[in-house]
C-alpha cells in the first residue's frame, strides 16, 4: 500500500468509515494543520469549496464551527465538537451539519470517531474512523461525495505541508 495515498474504508457491519494518509511532514507540523484555523482553512474544503473558520476553541470540550463556502459564495456549515485531545496523539470528536449558530442539523448524519497521529519512519500516519448511527447515515455520507472530497482535502494538506516545510 503507498501511504501517500488517501485510503478510504467503509464497513456497513460497523456502519463506519476509516480514512488513512501518510504525510511526509513530522507530528508537529501535522498537528498544527489539523489544530490551528489559519492552517485548516487551507486544506479542509475541497476544491473549488474552501473552509472559513467562524470559532474554533480546539480543547477538551471546545469546538470547531465552520462554514464550507462554495465559489459562488454559498455556505454549508459544519462543527468539530471537541470530546478529548491528547496533544500529538488522538482527537475524540463528534462532527456534524450545523447551522451557523453551531445547532446540530439532526436531519443529516452525525459521527463520533478518533484521529489519530503516528510518528513514521518518513513523516506521519494519520488515521481517523468515523461511527454512525445507522446504515442510512453512512450511505448518505457516501453519496454526499465523502470518499472524493476527503481524498481532494488530504491532497490538499499534503501540498501545504510540502509548502511548510521547505
Known amino acids: 500500500m503507498d501511504n501517500q495515498q488517501t485510503t478510504v474504508v467503509k464497513d456497513f457491519n460497523e456502519k463506519s468509515v476509516k480514512v488513512s494518509r501518510e504525510f511526509k511532514a513530522g507530528i508537529q507540523d501535522v498537528w498544527r494543520c489539523y489544530s490551528e484555523p489559519e492552517l485548516l482553512d487551507q486544506w479542509w474544503g475541497p476544491a473549488p469549496w474552501r473552509a472559513e473558520t467562524k470559532t474554533m476553541k480546539f480543547e477538551a470540550g471546545g469546538f470547531w464551527l465552520y462554514a464550507m463556502v462554495s465559489p459562488e459564495g454559498q455556505k454549508h456549515w459544519g462543527i468539530m465538537n471537541y470530546i478529548d485531545i491528547e496533544r500529538h496523539k488522538n482527537i475524540n470528536l463528534e462532527d456534524g451539519f450545523c447551522d451557523e449558530n453551531g445547532n446540530l442539523n439532526k436531519e443529516l448524519p452525525v459521527s463520533k470517531g478518533e484521529m489519530v497521529f503516528t510518528s513514521t519512519a518518513t513523516g506521519t500516519l494519520v488515521e481517523f474512523k468515523m461511527t454512525y448511527t445507522t ?32
Open 135 to 166: 446504515d442510512e447515515q453512512l450511505k448518505t455520507i457516501i453519496e454526499m461525495g465523502f470518499e472524493q472530497g476527503i481524498t481532494i482535502c488530504l491532497e490538499q494538506l499534503s501540498n501545504l505541508l510540502t509548502r511548510l516545510t521547505d
